[in-house]
């Protein structure tokens, strides 16, 4: 054995056999099963020690998340829960968030968002005050139509200009009333 060889063989037989005398275990193969398991983060990583899933508390929001991950490290999955429910997200393979799922004023919601980094909302379906609501938003997240139910418990359907206070004023309105159907048309 060569004098180079002694000095990597000589150091590995030390910690051998220093682990073999105090039982350390370098690798255990062994299944165990736990009762309990106390922690504030779990990190689930694939062969090359990316993160696919993690289950942690965030302190500064006060809520606790799952989130998942694709080979290449980006979420594509979330879990929340928060003060007022919960929500899942799901995200395209940039990261950017493209379906909603979360409780919105104590009922559900369904968002669609145009997958950007702007995330902007191009579809909602809500629980309304009346019933079911769907909105219909353009590329800059304004509200362009609403369908849905009235105070009478019966539909609507509201056409609008697709900027700020556009929404405020409805171009077209469709509702139906105790007394039959009205047109409204903006001039």
Do not use: W
Request: hydrophobic content about 40%; glycine content about 12%; overall charge negative.
């Amino acid at each position: 054995m060569s004098k180079y060889e002694r000095f990597i063989i000589y150091p590995l037989l030390f910690i051998a056999l220093f682990c073999a005398i105090t039982g350390v275990n370098v690798v255990s193969a062994t299944q165990q099963i736990f009762d309990k398991i106390v922690a504030r983060e779990i990190v689930v990583v694939n062969d090359e020690g990316n993160t696919v899933a993690s289950l942690k508390y965030d302190q500064a929001k006060r809520d606790v998340g799952f989130e998942l991950f694709n080979d290449e490290g980006t979420r594509v999955v979330s879990l929340l829960s928060y003060d007022d429910g919960g929500a899942i997200g799901v995200f395209n393979q940039d990261g950017h968030l493209t379906v909603a799922l979360q409780n919105e004023d104590n009922a559900g919601s369904v968002f669609l968002y145009n997958g950007t980094n702007k995330m902007t909302k191009l579809i909602g379906l809500r629980s309304g005050l009346y019933g079911g609501v769907m909105e219909v938003n353009n590329a800059e997240g304004l509200p362009t139509g609403i369908m849905g139910n009235n105070v009478h418990n019966n539909g609507y359907i509201g056409l609008f200009r697709g900027e700020l206070l556009g929404f405020l004023s409805p171009q077209i309105m469709l509702n139906v009333t105790a007394d039959g159907a009205s047109i409204y048309k903006a001039d």
